[in-house]
C-alpha cells in the first residue's frame, strides 16, 4: 500500500483536490478556490480521487458524499487509511446535522450542506491548513502537551509525561474516560507518536454498531455466508494492518465477540466469517471506554482475561473539572478555531465569560465547553464573548443564575412558571429531551451527555415514545 506523499508546506499555496460528479459544482468550487490563490485538482468520482492523491501532493479534499462508486464515506475511509494527515471536508445537499455530524464522528474534519456559502467555505478551509501543524496527524518532534495545546493543571502535566513514554511503544492501551474526554483524540496522538504513524488509523465504534454486524464489521467475510454477503468483504481489523486499530466503548461488545477478541490479541490471526483460513494482522490495538470495565468484570459481563490483555497500559483521561486551570487556554483556542470557521474576526473572551466558565461543572468535559463556546461564537454581538452569549446546561441542585447564562429570549421563555413534578419518569422524560435537544437530536452524543449507552437511549425514546424529528437521526 503507498502512503502518503509530502503535502505542499505552505497554507497560501495549499493544493486542494475537490471531488464531484457535477461538473458545475466542480466549476463554481474551482473558481471560488481559485479565487483565494489555492491549487487545485478536480476529480468527478471518489476512485478517480484516490488515483490522483496517489500521484499528486494534497493538502485537503473536498468531497461531495453522493456520488455513484465508493462515494465521498468510501473515498473519507481511504484518505484516513492512506493520507491520514489530509483533512477531509464533505459536502452533502440531503444530509441533516446529525447525518454530518455522524462524518465528523467517521474521520471528516469538517462538513457543509448544499448550498453552501462561498466565505464560510473558505473560512472552514483556511482554519484547517492554518492549524494543520497544531493538529495530531502532524505532531513529529512535537511534544504531547503541545499537540493538545499545553495546560498548566499538574494532572494534565502528569498525563502528557505518561503518554510520551507510552506512545513509542507497541504496547496495547486501554483508555478510560468519562464521556467528552477527548479518549478518541488521545488514540489519534498515540498513533501519530509511534513507530506505526505512516500506518492506518481505523476506529471501530462498538457501542453503535449492531452486534450482529460488528463480527462482520471487525473481521470481515466470505461470499455466502450468511443473507446478503454477495461478495467478499475485508474486515476492520484487516484495514488496519501495519498501523493502528481502536476498539472504541469496547465495554459494550458481546460475551461473543470477547471470545473472538481475546483469541485475536493471543494469536494475532484474524478469520473472516465463513472462511477457515487464517489471516495474520499486525496492528496495534487501543481500546477505550467510559464504561467501568472492573466492575463489569466483577459481574462476570466482562471477561477478566480479555482486560487484562487490553490493559497493558492504562490511560485514565481526567475530566474537566478536575483541571479547571486549563479552561482559558481551551476557551481562547476554541474561540480562534471557530471564529475562523465562521469567517469573523478573532473573538475573545471576557472576564466575566471566564469566571462563568470556570464555575462550570462541566458534567459533559471538554466537548461540553467546545460546543458551548461554538454556539457562543454564533450568538456573539461583536468580538468579545461575553456571558449572554453562552448556553449551559443548569447542574442539579445548582442555584438559579450560577454559572448559567442563557441568550435573552430563552431566559424570557425560562421566566416562565412551570409546575415542578416529583415523577422520576417524568424527570427522565424531560432529561433525555434536554439532552437531544442540546446535540441536535443526534441520539448517540445525548447519549454521552446523559452518561448511558446508545442502546440505552434508544430504549428510553422507545419508552417515553420521543418523536425525533427529520431524517437519519440513530448517529
Given at each position: 500500500m503507498e502512503h502518503a506523499k509530502p503535502t505542499a508546506s505552505s497554507a497560501q499555496h495549499a493544493t486542494i483536490l475537490m471531488v464531484d460528479d457535477d461538473r458545475n459544482i466542480l466549476q463554481v468550487l474551482e473558481a471560488r478556490l481559485a479565487s483565494a490563490k489555492y491549487k487545485t485538482l478536480t476529480a468527478s468520482s471518489a476512485e478517480e480521487a484516490v488515483e490522483l492523491l496517489a500521484r499528486h501532493p494534497v493538502d485537503l479534499v473536498l468531497s461531495d458524499v453522493k456520488m455513484p462508486g465508493?462515494?465521498?464515506?468510501?473515498l473519507l475511509r481511504e484518505v484516513?487509511?492512506?493520507?491520514?494527515?489530509v483533512p477531509v471536508i464533505l459536502l452533502t445537499a440531503y444530509g441533516s446535522i446529525p447525518d454530518a455530524v455522524s462524518t465528523i464522528r467517521s474521520g471528516a474534519a469538517d462538513y457543509l450542506t448544499k448550498p453552501f456559502d462561498g466565505q464560510q467555505l473558505l473560512g472552514k478551509i483556511a482554519a484547517l491548513l492554518g492549524s494543520r501543524d497544531q493538529k495530531p496527524g502532524s505532531c513529529k518532534g512535537k511534544g504531547v502537551s503541545e499537540v493538545l495545546w499545553g495546560g498548566k493543571s499538574p494532572v494534565m502535566r502528569d498525563f502528557y509525561a505518561l503518554m510520551e513514554?507510552?506512545?513509542p511503544t507497541d504496547v496495547a492501551v486501554l483508555i478510560l474516560g468519562e464521556s467528552g474526554t477527548g479518549k478518541e483524540l488521545i488514540a489519534r496522538i498515540l498513533h501519530d507518536m509511534?513507530?506505526?504513524a505512516k500506518g492506518p488509523f481505523v476506529i471501530v465504534d462498538c457501542g453503535s454498531t449492531q452486534p450482529t454486524l460488528l463480527e462482520s464489521e471487525l473481521f470481515g467475510h466470505v461470499k455466502g455466508s450468511f443473507t446478503h454477503a454477495v461478495r467478499d468483504k475485508k474486515g476492520l481489523m484487516e484495514d488496519a494492518d501495519g498501523g493502528t486499530l481502536v476498539l472504541d466503548e469496547i465495554g459494550n461488545i458481546s460475551p461473543e465477540m470477547q471470545t473472538r477478541l481475546l483469541r485475536f490479541l493471543q494469536e494475532r490471526t484474524i478469520r473472516r466469517v465463513g472462511d477457515n483460513r487464517a489471516i495474520p494482522v499486525?496492528?496495534?490495538?487501543?481500546?477505550?471506554t467510559n464504561a467501568d470495565l472492573p466492575a463489569l468484570v466483577k459481574r462476570g459481563e466482562f471477561r477478566e482475561d480479555l482486560y487484562f490483555r487490553l490493559k497493558v497500559v492504562t490511560l485514565k483521561v481526567p475530566p474537566l473539572r478536575d483541571r479547571k486551570e486549563d479552561i482559558p487556554l481551551l476557551t481562547e483556542r476554541f474561540l480562534e478555531t471557530f471564529s475562523q470557521a465562521q469567517g469573523r474576526p478573532r473573538i475573545s473572551a471576557s472576564a466575566e465569560t471566564l469566571r462563568l466558565l470556570?464555575?462550570?461543572?462541566?458534567?459533559?468535559?471538554?466537548?461540553?465547553l467546545k460546543h458551548a463556546l461554538e454556539g457562543g461564537v454564533v450568538f456573539c454581538r461583536g468580538q468579545v464573548l461575553e456571558p449572554r452569549d453562552i448556553q449551559l446546561e443548569q447542574a442539579p441542585g445548582q442555584a438559579p443564575g450560577q454559572a448559567v447564562a442563557v441568550p435573552a429570549p430563552v431566559q424570557a421563555e425560562a421566566a416562565a412558571p412551570?409546575?415542578?413534578?416529583?415523577?422520576?419518569?417524568?424527570?427522565?422524560?424531560q432529561a433525555i429531551i434536554r439532552a437531544l435537544e442540546r446535540t441536535a437530536w443526534v441520539k448517540k452524543t445525548a447519549a454521552d451527555l446523559l452518561g448511558i449507552s446508545r442502546r440505552a437511549i434508544h430504549y428510553k425514546i422507545k419508552?417515553?415514545?420521543?418523536?425525533?424529528?427529520?431524517?437519519?437521526?440513530?448517529?
Open positions: 465508493m462515494g465521498g464515506v468510501g484516513l487509511a492512506q493520507w491520514p494527515t513514554r507510552v506512545a509511534s513507530p506505526r499486525n496492528c496495534r490495538v487501543i481500546a477505550a470556570m464555575a462550570h461543572d462541566w458534567a459533559g468535559n471538554v466537548r461540553e412551570q409546575a415542578e413534578s416529583l415523577s422520576l419518569d417524568d424527570n427522565e422524560h419508552k417515553y415514545n420521543i418523536h425525533i424529528p427529520g431524517k437519519g437521526q440513530d448517529e
